[in-house]
Every structure is written in structure tokens, then in C-alpha cells.
């Protein structure tokens, strides 16, 4: 069992720079591979981003590429989403989810998920 906080949203102008952080429970964090989804009101959630347990392989998707980097802290049971260049098409809330079948885009494949952070990009 994991559980996840995600924390660090708030509202930002576009331009700006933000970075969350989800905090996981559990002593075997490094097993899971970690992910970044949101979702805007009224859509699907969308992939943002995902790291391998090993921490050596990382995915974007292309919305957020060259803007956002994904990152783990192992000791800390921490995984980042660092996100630069704000657009107000980021606004979203944004979930952390951990997965044991390795890196994946595929949300149905995260098992546990944080109650999400809301971010907000105002223009």
C-alpha cells in the first residue's frame, strides 16, 4: 500500500515557474515507477510526465516538453514535477499516481493516486 500527497500548486502567472512535489508513503518507493497526470475542467486527465523506479528513464508528453522535468528523491520518497514556462492551458489539478508494472503512460497501470494540487496559470 503507498499513499500520496502531492503538494505546491497555486495560482501563478503565465511565464512563471512552479514546482510540486508528491511525498510517498511506504518503504519500497523505489519499486514504483511515479507519474504526473492533470486534468482540466470538463477533460479526460491528461499524462504529463512519468520516472522509472530506477530514476535512469523518464517520459513527457508533448504538451509539456522542454517545459516541465520530472525528478525522484529516494531518501525522501519524493518525486518532483518541475514546471517552467507556465501556459494558461496548464491549468489543471494535477496527480501524483505510482505504478508497479514499470514506466508507463498508461493511467489505468497507476495504481494509487494522491488527492491531486490544483494549479492555476493566469494570462
Known amino acids: 500500500q503507498v499513499q500520496l500527497v502531492e503538494s505546491g500548486g497555486r495560482l501563478v502567472q503565465a511565464g512563471g515557474s512552479l514546482r510540486l512535489s508528491c511525498a510517498a508513503s511506504?518503504?519500497?518507493?523505489?519499486?514504483?515507477?511515479m507519474a504526473w497526470f492533470r486534468q482540466a475542467p470538463g477533460k479526460d486527465h491528461e499524462f504529463v510526465t512519468a520516472i522509472s523506479g530506477s530514476g535512469d528513464s523518464t517520459s513527457y508528453g508533448d504538451s509539456v516538453k522542454g517545459r516541465f522535468t520530472i525528478s525522484r528523491d529516494d531518501a525522501k520518497n519524493t518525486v518532483y514535477l518541475q514546471m517552467n514556462s507556465l501556459k494558461p492551458e496548464d491549468t489543471a489539478v494535477y496527480y501524483c499516481?505510482?505504478?508497479?508494472?514499470?514506466?508507463?503512460?498508461?493511467?489505468?497501470?497507476?495504481?494509487?493516486w494522491g488527492q491531486g494540487t490544483q494549479v492555476t496559470v493566469s494570462s
Open positions: 511506504g518503504r519500497t518507493f523505489s519499486a514504483y515507477a
Open positions: 499516481a505510482a505504478s508497479v508494472y514499470g514506466l508507463t503512460v498508461t493511467r489505468l497501470l497507476y495504481t494509487y
